[in-house]
Every structure is written in C-alpha cells, then in structure tokens.
C-alpha cells in the first residue's frame, strides 16, 4: 500500500454515460497525476495539479475529460459521453515536489479500471 | 518528439542475471527512472539517477549515461516473483515524467 488510494478499483458503464473517479493522495504531497494505461503500453499522461491549481492538461485529452482538485488535497476525474476507446486503466499518482531524499518518486494509486460497452 | 525505447520483452532464468536497457530522446532531462509493475497492480518506484554511473539497491542497479543518454537496470539473483513489466521514465524540462512503454521480463525455473 503506497498510501494512495482510489476509487471505484472498477467501474463498467454503457456508452455514452458520464462516470467520475476519486483519487486521495498522500496527504502531504503536492504534485498529484492522471494518467491512462492500456495493455502493453507504459501510463499514458492525462493531467496533473500542483496544490489546487491544474497545471498542464496533454493535448490529446479531449473535452469530454475534466479533473478538479479542490483545496488540493483529493482529485476527481470525470469521463462524458464516454466512448469503447476510453476503456482503460486510471492511475493516480502523488508525489512531493521538493521533497526530501531527492529520489522523484511518484507514488501510484491501485488504478480504476474502466470497461466501457 | 520525446521516445523512449526499451526492448518489449526479455527472458531469462531464475537465478541469473538481466540487463534492461533504454534510450531516450526527450526536451530537457533531470532524471532517468525506473518503475515495476505487475500484472494487475499499479507501477512501484525502483531506482532514480540524476547523474552519470551505477545507483545499487539491493539485487537491483540502475546506470545512467547521460552523453549517451542511455540508461539501463540490472536484476540480480532472478527470483520468480521478479515476473514483471519494468518500465523506465525521463524527468523532461518541464518536470513531467515521460514513460517507455515496458519491457516484459519472464523468468524461467
């Protein structure tokens, strides 16, 4: 257990449906990561928050994903209208900028798995 | 672009030794990381080098290059429960972490 935790660890929905997933970070850190990982491929970047404020969103995210972080401390990633092709892995990391032990670690969340029919 | 390369799969024996290796191309470098991951689980921070030669920790070692801008990590004393997909990672000029897409490693009895 890396202190990272999310939820729901699966969710499967019907095309079109919006869903949202909750990542909780350790508390003290504050960088926390969206990524999406499929089969066989490294985690794909989607987002990341320093304290509150969104930082960088990639340019291959589209309009129907958003993510807050209010008061920085958990994040919630939503998916609307979702489509077969965002049926996925979405990771959560954190990590503490700045921190102690110079080691860059992210620590990852268990991930929520996303099947779309 | 940014790419990292490293081989899709690897096997070897339990109890030998195996090298995975990566080459980056990336704006900016701070850093060359290295993740685990099994089956179903989350990626798990292994090793980070910052500057040039070998990080040991414990059975595993990392080595960076950065004139090559090469990297590899080295797995000692296999041992079955190594089974997994390791995966390294650049620190690019804006801070973010760009992933490899993995290496497989299969260990044989």
């Known amino acids: 257990d890396t202190g990272v935790s999310q939820d729901p660890r699966h969710k499967i929905t019907k095309r079109g449906q919006n869903v949202t997933f909750r990542c909780d970070p350790i508390?003290?850190?504050?960088?926390l990561y969206w990524y999406r990982q499929t089969l066989g491929q490294g985690p794909e970047f989607l987002t990341y928050?320093?304290?509150?404020?969104?930082?960088?969103k990639s340019r291959l995210l589209s309009d129907r994903f958003s993510a807050e972080r209010p008061k920085g401390s958990f994040s919630t990633l939503e998916i609307q209208r979702t489509e077969q092709g965002d049926s996925a892995m979405y990771l959560c990391?954190?990590?503490?900028?700045?921190?102690?032990?110079?080691?860059?670690?992210?620590?990852f969340g268990p991930g929520t798995r996303l099947t779309v029919l | 672009g940014q790419s990292l390369e490293q081989p899709s799969e690897v096997t070897a024996v339990e109890g030998a030794i195996v090298q995975i290796n990566c080459t980056y191309q990336?704006?900016?470098?701070?850093?060359l990381s290295w993740y685990q991951q099994h089956d179903g689980g989350a990626p798990t921070f292994l090793s980070y080098n910052a500057l040039d030669g070998l990080e040991e920790t414990g059975r595993f070692s990392s080595f960076l290059s950065r004139s090559d801008s090469y990297g590899y990590l080295l797995l000692q004393e296999l041992q079955m429960k190594d089974s997994a997909s390791y995966f390294c990672?650049?620190?690019?000029?804006?801070?973010?972490?760009?992933w490899g897409a993995g290496t497989k490693l299969i260990i044989k009895p």
């Open positions: 508390s003290e850190h504050n960088r």
């Open positions: 990336t704006s900016g470098f701070y850093g």
């Open positions: 990391a954190s990590e503490m900028l700045g921190g102690e032990g110079g080691t860059d670690t992210q620590y």
């Open positions: 928050f320093q304290n509150e404020a969104q930082l960088e």
């Open positions: 990672a650049v620190r690019d000029e804006n801070y973010q972490l760009i």
